[in-house]
């Protein structure tokens, strides 16, 4: 597994240094940050911890950016079918630079936008920062294997792989009773809240945009009967 983190308003190294800090155990080979600044003056930090499984060279290093550099991309997870989608990929013009399935999310991802997690066979959390639309997409495999929490804190809007690296910001340590009372009921807390207030987990087969400080989430896909 890897770990991902990120944080638009007042990202700072120090503070993603700290969240990637919590997360160190799930990626022991190595590690990224990106932080560049917005239009209006925040500033947008991507983190990753790195467990090396497709293609174990540099070249998988993230945050991986596209070849212009517009699109950023922090990833946990396998996508099984990148090689078939990376073939189609290359037929409508596409180049790469990797053998990863990572290089490959980014290239979906501009040839057919949040439309692409339609496409992805595998266990995956991802987020990716548009530098040119200035918009944070967040995306979760439809079983929910990988997680990915976010949270609306004092220094922006932060999203991590698990909550102790939210607990690094500014966001206040309370108990959500009724998620709380949740837990006692039915031994787990249901979608999209947690046992801390304010923290949220987005669903299985959901994904979320943030763009400038207004958040959307929609459901991507559900068991058919």
Known sequence: MCGICGLVGQAESQKLDAMLKTIDHRGPDDFGTYISETSTGETVGLGHKRLSIIDLSPAGHQPMSSLDGRIWLVFNGEIYNYLELRQDLITRGHRFRSNTDSEVIIAAYQEWGEKCVLRFNGMFAFAIWDSRTEKLFIARDPLGIKP??????????????????????????????????????????????????????????????????????????????
């Open 148 to 225: 990915v929490y976010y949270a609306q804190t004092k220094e922006g809007f932060a999203f991590a792989s698990e909550i102790k690296a939210l607990l690094t910001l500014d966001i206040p340590r309370e108990i959500n009773l009724s998620s709380l009372n949740q837990y006692l009921t039915f031994l787990w807390v249901p979608d999209p809240k947690t046992l801390f207030q304010g923290i949220y987990k987005l669903a299985p087969g959901h994904y979320l945009t943030y763009q400038q400080g207004h958040l959307d989430i929609k459901e991507y896909w559900d068991i058919k009967f």
